[in-house]
C-alpha cells in the first residue's frame, strides 16, 4: 500500500532562510507527487505537481521539489522564506497502477516563519 | 471552475446520534469524490472515495459510511456517532480522467460531546 511520510512536522524559520521540507513515499512503481499548501484559515491548494519529464519542478511562489526516484523523495524547497508563507505543507501521491483514483496525504509540516 | 460546496460548517453533536455530511460539486461532471479527516499530527486521512453513483471505496474500518446517490452528491454518514468521530472533515474532487488536481471544500468542523 502506498503511504508518505513526513519527517519535519513543526518547522520554524526566520524571513529570507532557506527552506527544505522532508517527503518520502513507499510504493515501488511509477507515482505522480504533490505538494499542497493550506495556509490560515483557507483551503487547500496544490502547491506544484510531478508527473514526469524533468524531475525538478517548480511551483508557485518560488517553490520548487526534486523528485528523487532512488531515494523515493520528493522534498520540497524554497531558498528565501517569507513571513506570508506561513502555512501548513501537505505531501501526497497519488499511485498509478492498481487503485489509481487515491490521493495519499502525508501529516503534514507546519511552517511558521518569523518576520 | 470546479467548487465544493461542503455544509455544515461546524456541527456539534451528542454521543449515539446520527450523523450526515453533505458534500456538493459544481464545475464538472463524473468527477471523483474523497471524504478526508483532517487531525493535528495525522495530516490528511482519506476515509472514503467515490468513482462513480453508487460505487464507494472505504479505505479505514470506521463508524462512518459514505453514498453517492447522484453524479454530483457525496455524502458522509453515521447511525450512532463515537467521541473518537471528532474532527475536521474534507469532501474533495478531482475530474474523472485526471489526478492532476484535487479541488477541496471549506471543511466540516464536528464535535462529538
Known amino acids: 500500500a502506498q503511504s508518505v511520510s513526513q519527517h519535519n512536522h513543526h518547522v520554524i524559520l526566520s524571513e529570507a532562510a532557506s527552506l527544505e521540507l522532508g517527503c518520502n513515499y513507499s510504493?515501488?512503481?511509477?507515482?505522480?507527487l504533490f505538494w499542497y499548501v493550506q495556509y490560515p484559515g483557507q483551503h487547500l491548494q496544490l502547491l506544484l505537481k510531478y508527473f514526469s519529464g524533468d524531475p525538478l519542478v517548480k511551483g508557485i511562489k518560488g517553490f520548487e521539489a526534486e523528485f528523487i526516484k532512488s531515494k523515493f523523495s520528493f522534498n520540497l524547497r524554497k531558498p528565501s522564506v517569507q513571513w506570508s508563507d506561513t502555512a501548513e505543507y501537505f505531501c501526497?501521491?497519488?499511485?498509478?497502477?492498481?487503485?489509481?483514483?487515491?490521493?495519499?496525504f502525508g501529516t503534514g509540516t507546519l511552517l511558521a516563519v518569523q518576520p | 471552475s470546479q467548487t465544493i460546496h461542503q455544509w455544515p460548517a461546524t456541527l456539534v453533536q451528542p454521543v449515539g446520534s446520527p450523523l450526515s455530511l453533505e458534500c456538493t460539486v459544481e464545475?464538472?461532471?463524473?468527477?471523483?469524490l474523497y471524504w478526508y479527516r483532517q487531525a493535528a499530527g495525522r495530516g490528511l486521512q482519506l476515509l472514503f472515495y467515490?468513482?462513480?453513483?453508487?460505487?464507494i471505496s472505504s479505505e479505514v474500518p470506521q463508524n462512518l459510511s459514505a453514498s453517492r446517490p447522484q453524479d454530483r452528491q457525496f455524502i458522509l454518514s453515521s447511525k450512532k456517532l463515537l467521541l473518537s468521530d471528532s474532527g475536521f472533515y474534507l469532501c474533495a474532487g478531482s475530474r474523472q480522467d485526471s489526478m492532476e488536481k484535487l479541488f477541496f471544500g471549506s471543511g466540516t468542523q464536528l464535535s462529538v460531546l
Open positions: 501526497a501521491v497519488n499511485a498509478l497502477s492498481g487503485a489509481t483514483n487515491k490521493l495519499i
Open positions: 464545475g464538472t461532471s463524473n468527477p471523483n
Open positions: 467515490s468513482v462513480g453513483i453508487g460505487q
Open positions: 510504493y515501488g512503481g511509477t507515482v505522480n
